[in-house]
């Protein structure tokens, strides 16, 4: 999650530079008429409107990429855990990086053992329909 976080950082950074970026035709300034009352109102309402339609648009890109990421998490979970033949019965902490994890694999209970990410099988139940 963290490298699509940054890959989006990056892609608008890139956007932003490259809006701002200025060519060299529009270095090159010629003097804009006078504003007259009606072309006042009527540019002034057209600049509001520029600056929703580009919010809209970036606000859309953004929610466009969060729901590219959301399905590439989700499909990578679902399609490991179609079968449903594992499945995490309790979770006991017993520090701050430490736990007591009961799985459930097919029709056998694990008792593991969860420290800092790697875990170490403990025991083995055989589930015979009834609590352990």
Known sequence: MAKMRSIALHCCSSVICWLSVRSVEAAES????LPSD???LFSMGTGVWRVILALAVVVGVILIIRWFVGRASIGGA???GMGKTISIIERKPLGPRQSLLLVQVCNKKILLHQ???SLTPLCEI???GGEV
């Open 126 to 128: 055989e589930n015979d």
């Open 30 to 33: 010629t003097p804009l008429p």
């Open 78 to 80: 679902n399609s490991a």
């Open 115 to 117: 420290v800092k990410g």
């Open 38 to 40: 009606d072309s006042v």
